[in-house]
C-alpha cells in the first residue's frame, strides 16, 4: 500500500504562485509513477501533470504547460506541483496520485493510489 497526503492549498488572486507537496509514505514509492490530477464541481477529474520515477520525464496538460512544474524528490518520498500565473480557471481540488510505470499516464484509471485531495482557489 501507499499513503499519500496532499498539502499546500489555498485562496490566491489571479497571477499568484502557489506550490502543492505530496507525502508519500508506505511501499517504495520512488518505484511508482506520480501525477497529480484535479477536479472542479459539476466536472470530472482531469489529469494536470506526470513524473516517472525518477523525475527524469514530465508530462503537462495542454491548460498548465509553461506555467506548472512537477517535480519529486524520492529521498524526501515528497511529489511537488509548483503553480505560477494561476488563473481562475484553475480553481479544483487537486489530487496527488502513483501508479505502475506500465499503465496509463493520463487517466485516473491507470492510477492505484490517491490522497485525499487539497483545495485551489483562484480569485479573478
Known amino acids: 500500500q501507499v499513503q499519500l497526503v496532499e498539502s499546500g492549498g489555498g485562496l490566491v488572486q489571479a497571477g499568484d504562485s502557489l506550490s502543492l507537496s505530496c507525502a508519500a509514505s508506505?511501499?517504495?514509492?520512488?518505484?511508482?509513477?506520480m501525477g497529480w490530477f484535479r477536479q472542479a464541481p459539476g466536472e470530472e477529474r482531469e489529469f494536470v501533470a506526470a513524473?516517472?520515477?525518477?523525475?527524469?520525464?514530465?508530462y503537462y496538460a495542454d491548460s498548465v504547460k509553461g506555467r506548472f512544474t512537477i517535480s519529486r524528490d524520492n529521498y524526501k518520498n515528497t511529489m511537488y506541483l509548483q503553480m505560477n500565473r494561476l488563473e481562475p480557471e484553475d480553481t479544483a481540488v487537486y489530487y496527488c496520485?502513483?501508479?505502475?510505470?506500465?499503465?496509463?499516464?493520463?487517466?485516473?484509471?491507470?492510477?492505484?493510489?490517491w490522497g485525499q485531495g487539497t483545495q485551489v482557489t483562484v480569485s479573478s
Open positions: 513524473s516517472n520515477w525518477s523525475g527524469s520525464r514530465r
Open positions: 496520485a502513483a501508479k505502475p510505470s506500465d499503465s496509463v499516464r493520463y487517466s485516473p484509471d491507470g492510477y492505484n493510489y
Open positions: 508506505g511501499r517504495t514509492v520512488s518505484l511508482y509513477d
